[in-house]
């Protein structure tokens, strides 16, 4: 069975930085990961993609944080990272990890990252 937990979400003044991780686990006869990716819902707002990652490394922004946000993965402990640097206030959001195991996407249950003006 598919678990996905992300952490390393909190609060950080504008500017900072915070990591987040996303581990996903799987059992012996569920599909290899397929892409992995980070997505956000502000307070108010609709669900967003953040930065994607497919299991060759090829990687996929959203214009919002390129050049401040960067999603890399360790395919031998089947988890992603996120490192966000120079953030803003309106980074303020739950940021969510999404796995796909073909046919099916698994969502974890999300982190808080609050940015302070």
């Known amino acids: 069975q598919v678990q996905v937990v992300e952490s390393g979400g909190g609060l950080v003044q504008a500017g900072g930085s915070l990591r987040l991780s996303c581990a996903a686990s799987?059992?012996?006869?569920?599909?290899?990961?397929?892409?992995m990716g980070w997505y956000r819902q502000p307070p108010g707002k609709e669900r967003e993609m953040v930065a994607t990652i497919t299991r060759g490394g090829s990687t996929n922004y959203a214009d919002s944080v390129k050049g401040r946000f960067t999603i890399s993965r360790d395919n031998a402990r089947n988890t992603i990272y996120l490192q966000m640097n120079s953030l803003k206030p309106e980074d303020t959001a739950v940021y969510y990890c999404?796995?796909?195991?073909?046919?099916?996407?698994?969502w974890g249950k999300g982190t808080l990252v609050t940015v302070s003006s």
């Open positions: 799987r059992g012996i006869f569920d599909p290899i990961f397929d892409v």
């Open positions: 999404k796995v796909r195991a073909p046919p099916k996407d698994y």
